[in-house]
């Protein structure tokens, strides 16, 4: 089985930036893809970021320029550096992955981040 563990989420007022971070119980190298997604109050879940095997990175618009995405093969996790946070990037905060042979995706329990103006 496989376990997704988001740490980092926390109350920032505008303006500042959180590092969120997904520790995964299996070697990250088995993944295709690790994504982020977030899901704000009342809305639906919507994907953030995500990151390949081979390092290759994509984005929602909506944080392009100043969010990052990036994978720790040696530490098995996938981190989101969040910078210039607006109270709209309020929402939980998951990480999801992909096993690149069986497809299978994996959620974790979600991490809360909350953004005051």
């Known amino acids: 089985q496989v376990q997704l563990v988001e740490s980092g989420g926390g109350l920032v007022q505008a303006g500042g930036s959180l590092r969120l971070s997904c520790a995964a119980s299996?070697?990250?190298?088995?993944?295709?893809?690790m994504r982020w997604y977030r899901q704000p109050p009342g809305k639906e879940r919507e994907m953030v970021a995500g990151?390949?095997?081979?390092?290759?990175?994509n984005y929602a618009d909506t944080v392009k320029g100043r969010f990052t995405i990036s994978r720790d093969n040696a530490k098995n996790t996938v981190d989101l550096q969040m910078n210039s946070l607006k109270p709209e990037d309020t929402a939980v905060y998951h990480c999801?992955?992909?096993?690149?042979?069986?497809?299978?995706?994996?959620w974790g329990q979600g991490t809360q981040v909350t953004v005051s103006s």
């Open positions: 990151v390949t095997l081979t390092g290759v990175t």
């Open positions: 999801n992955g992909m096993l690149r042979l069986t497809f299978n995706e994996f």
């Open positions: 299996r070697r990250i190298s088995e993944f295709t893809v």
